[in-house]
C-alpha cells in the first residue's frame, strides 16, 4: 500500500519493491530452516515406529506436492496424472536396482531423466495450446502408466508386486530396514533441498515470468515471456519432483512396489493436497501433504467406509474452501479487520 | 497368427457394442459440459447406478425388467439432480480443478455407498430377449448387443429431437451458447444446468441397464467406464454430441481391434493411446472446430 502513495517514478518504486522482496525471500528463508528444524527434531518426541513410516510418507507427498504446485499454482496448468511420474520414478528405480543390480543412485538419475523426456513429450505439444489440454493428455499418461505397470509383468512384477529392491546407500552407508530414523532424515533432507530449490525458482527471474503468466497469459506474452516454452519447464520440473519422490519410496522400508500408489486416486489426492493448502503459496502444498496424508491413515482401519468419508470430505472441503486454507484464512482475517477498525492500519492514510 | 476377415469383422461388431456404451457416457459429459463447463468424473458412477439398482430391484422386489429399469433411470436422473444441488451448485464459480475434484470427491462417495450396500460381488442380469446368437455376414452378435446398439441409436435420436424441437432443448441449447445472452431472454440458467444433470444422469442409468447382461455388473465398474467415456467425449469434441457418439463407438471399435490384434493385456490403455494421439494432431476433436490451436 505504501508504493502506491510514494511519487509515480522508477527511482521511488523499483528499490521499494526491491526491498519488499528481498524482506520476504528473507522471512521465507527463516520460516524454512524453522520449519525442517522442527520436522529434526521430531523424531524424538515419538517413540513409534508407525509414525515414523506416517511421517515419512508426509515428506514424500511433500516432494511431489510441492512440484505439482510449481505447475498448478505457477503455470496455471493441472496434471491429472502426476501419480504416473512418481510411479516411472519408482518403478524405473526399483526395477533398474533389483533386477539389473544399478547403484541406487544412477538409477534414480535415470528415472529421473526417464520422467523428463516423458512429461517433455507430452507437455511439449498440448501446452502450446490454449485450455487445459494438458489435463487431459496427463488424465491419459496417467491411465496408461498404470496399466503398464500391472500389465507387463515380466519387468514390474504386476499385481504380485517388485521385490528385491536394495536399500539406499549414503556415501557407503546402506540404509537399512531396521533404520526407520535414518530413512526419514534421509527424506525429509530430500524434502527440505527441494522446498529451498521451490522457493528459488519461483523467486528467480523464470519463476516471475511464470507468475505473470498465471495471472494473464496475454499480458506475459506480450512482456516478452515465452509462455508455452515456461510451461513447458516447470511441467517437466514438477514432473520431475514426482519421480525424485518415487525413487525415495521404492527404497523406503518396504522395498517393495504395487501398482496400487500410482493410480488415478493418486494423482487426485495430489491435486488435492496442493488446492487445498492453496496453489501458488509456498507452505500451502505442505499443509495440504500433512492433511490429506493423516485423513487417508485414520481412515484406513474403517474398511470399507473410508472411502465415503474420503468422498464426502473432498466434496465438502472444495465447497468451503475452494481456495484453499490459506485464502480461506485470509478472507477470514480481512473479515475480522472488517470488524476491527483498529485491525485496519494499513489502509489509513 | 493368421487374422482372417471374418475375425476382423467380429472384433469390430463387439466393438460397435462397447463402443455404443462409450458413445451413451460421452453424451452425458457433453450434456454436463455444455451447461456448465464442468467435466463430470461422476458420469461412471451413473451407469455402475443404472446396472445395480435394476438387478438390485429385481433381487429384492421381483420386480419385472421393465419396471426395475424404470426404478433405476428414476433413482439415478434423481442422484443426478441432487448432485447437482448439493455438490456442483455451491461451487459454481470455483475453479475448474476444485469442481474437478468435487466430481471426483462425488464419484468415490457414490461408489463408497454403493459397496456399503450391495457388496462386492458382480452381479448377473439375465439377457433381455434371449442368447442365441445372431450371424450377421458370417460374424456373430448376441441379441443382447443389438439392445445396446439400438438403445444408442434411439437415445442418440430422442437427444436430437429434444434439442432440435421442444422449447426446453433449444433453451438448454441457448444456455450452451451463450448463459448471459440466454438469461436475459429470461431462461433461468439453473433450471438449464439441473435438466442436464438430470438427462446426463438418465443416460448413464440407460447405459448401465443395457450393458449389465453383457458384463455383469458391480459397484466399482464406474470409473474406468466414465474414464472411456470421457476419451471418447474429447475424442469427438467435448461438448458435441453427434461428435461424442461417433467418437465412442470409433474408440469401441479401436479397443476390440487393438486387444484383438495387437495385445488384449493392455486393452484398458488403448483408448488413452487414442485420446493422446487426437490431443497432439487435432486437440478439438476429430468433429471440433478449430478454436483450440493458441
Known amino acids: 500500500m505504501a508504493a502506491r502513495e510514494r511519487p509515480h517514478t522508477d527511482e521511488a518504486i523499483v528499490p521499494n519493491e526491491a526491498e519488499r522482496h528481498a524482506a520476504r525471500r528473507r522471512a521465507e528463508k527463516l520460516q524454512i530452516v524453522a520449519f525442517f528444524g522442527i520436522m529434526a527434531l521430531v523424531p524424538f518426541g515419538i517413540g513409534n515406529d508407525y509414525y515414523l513410516h506416517i511421517l515419512i510418507y508426509i515428506g514424500l507427498h511433500l516432494i511431489l506436492a510441492t512440484g505439482l504446485n510449481l505447475l498448478m499454482g505457477y503455470a496455471g496448468q ?39 523426456v516423458v512429461a517433455w513429450l507430452v507437455g511439449k505439444p498440448t501446452l502450446r495450446l490454449r485450455g487445459h489440454y494438458l489435463a487431459m493428455a496427463t488424465l491419459g499418461v496417467g491411465i496408461i502408466v ?32 531396521d533404520q526407520d530414523l535414518q530413512y526419514y532424515y534421509f527424506v525429509w533432507a530430500w524434502a527440505a533441498a527441494l522446498t529451498v530449490l521451490f522457493a528459488n525458482l519461483v523467486a528467480s527471474r523464470p519463476g516471475r515470468a511464470l507468475r505473470a503468466l498465471h495471472d494473464s497469459e496475454l499480458a506475459a506474452q506480450v512482456l516478452g515471456v515465452d509462455t508455452a516454452g515456461f510451461k513447458v519447464r516447470a511441467f517437466v520440473i514438477s514432473a520431475a519432483y514426482a519421480s525424485i519422490a518415487g525413487t525415495l519410496y521404492a527404497h523406503s522400508s518396504m522395498r517393495f512396489l504395487s501398482p496400487t500408489p500410482f493410480g ?86 | 497368427m493368421d487374422i482372417t476377415a471374418v475375425q476382423v469383422w467380429q472384433f469390430i461388431l463387439s466393438g460397435l457394442t462397447t463402443g455404443s456404451i462409450y458413445a451413451l457416457i460421452a453424451l452425458g459429459f457433453s450434456l454436463v459440459y455444455n451447461a456448465t463447463g464442468v467435466i463430470n468424473f461422476a458420469q461412471g458412477e451413473f451407469v455402475m447406478l443404472g446396472g445395480m439398482i435394476t438387478a438390485a430391484s429385481m433381487e429384492a422386489w421381483e420386480l419385472p425388467l421393465w419396471a426395475a429399469a424404470l426404478v433405476a433411470i428414476v433413482l439415478t436422473t434423481l442422484i443426478g439432480l441432487i448432485l447437482d444441488r448439493a455438490a456442483i451448485r455451491p461451487a459454481r464459480h470455483a475453479s475448474v480443478v476444485v469442481l474437478i475434484i468435487i466430481t471426483v470427491g462425488a464419484s468415490i462417495f457414490i461408489r463408497g455407498v454403493a459397496g456399503i450396500i450391495w457388496g462386492p460381488d458382480e452381479r448377473p442380469l439375465t439377457a433381455f430377449s434371449g442368447e442365441a446368437p445372431i450371424t450377421i455376414w458370417g460374424g456373430t452378435i448376441t441379441p443382447q448387443s443389438l439392445w445396446v446398439i439400438g438403445t444408442t441409436l434411439v437415445v442418440a435420436i430422442a437427444m436430437w429431437l429434444i434439442f432440435e424441437y421442444t422449447v426446453a432443448g433449444k433453451a438448454m441449447r441457448a444456455c450452451a451458447i451463450n448463459a448471459h445472452a440466454a438469461q436475459l431472454c429470461g431462461i433461468e440458467l439453473s433450471r438449464m444446468i439441473s ?59 479401436l479397443e476390440a481391434l487393438g486387444a484383438g490384434l495387437i495385445s488384449s493385456q493392455y486393452k484398458d490403455a488403448i483408448a488413452f493411446v487414442v485420446l493422446i494421439v487426437v490431443l497432439l494432431i487435432k486437440p478439438s476433436g476429430l468433429l471440433g472446430g478449430e478454436e483450440a490451436e493458441g
Open chain 1, 146 to 177: 498404470a496399466v503398464v505397470i500391472r500389465q507387463w509383468t515380466d519387468l514390474t512384477g504386476g499385481s504380485a508386486g517388485l521385490t528385491g529392491i536394495p536399500s539406499m546407500t549414503f556415501f557407503g552407508h546402506e540404509l537399512t530396514s
Open chain 2, 195 to 253: 435438466w442436464s444433470f438430470g438427462l446426463a444422469a438418465g443416460v448413464g442409468a440407460i447405459a448401465g441397464i443395457v450393458l449389465a447382461p453383457i458384463t455383469m455388473t458391480q459397484y466399482n465398474i464406474g470409473t474406468m467406464l466414465g474414464l472411456k467415456g470421457f476419451c471418447a467425449a474429447i475424442l469427438g469434441g467435448l461438448g458435441n454430441g453427434l461428435g461424442g457418439i461417433a467418437g465412442g463407438l470409433l474408440l469401441g471399435v
Open chain 1, 264 to 349: 488415478f486416486h493418486t494423482s487426485i489426492a495430489l491435486l488435492v493436497m496442493v488446492v487445498l493448502g492453496g496453489q501458488g503459496t509456498l507452505w500451502g502444498p505442505v499443509l495440504g501433504a500433512f492433511t490429506i496424508t493423516l485423513i487417508e491413515e485414520t481412515l484406513r482401519p474403517y474398511a470399507d467406509y473410508d472411502i465415503i468419508v474420503y468422498g464426502l470430505l473432498l466434496m465438502v472441503l472444495m465447497i468451503v474452501m475452494p481456495g484453499g486454507v490459506s485464502r480461506a484464512l485470509g478472507s477470514l482475517i480481512d473479515l475480522v479487520r472488517g470488524w476491527v477498525p483498529a485491525l485496519r492500519g494499513g489502509d489509513e492514510p
Open chain 1, 78 to 116: 493441472v496434471s491429472l496424472g502426476h501419480a504416473a511420474f512418481y510411479g516411472i520414478g519408482a518403478y524405473a528405480s526399483g526395477i533398474l536396482t533389483a533386477t539389473y543390480g544399478w547403484n541406487p543412485w544412477l538409477a534414480m538419475l535415470a528415472a529421473l531423466l526417464l520422467t523428463c
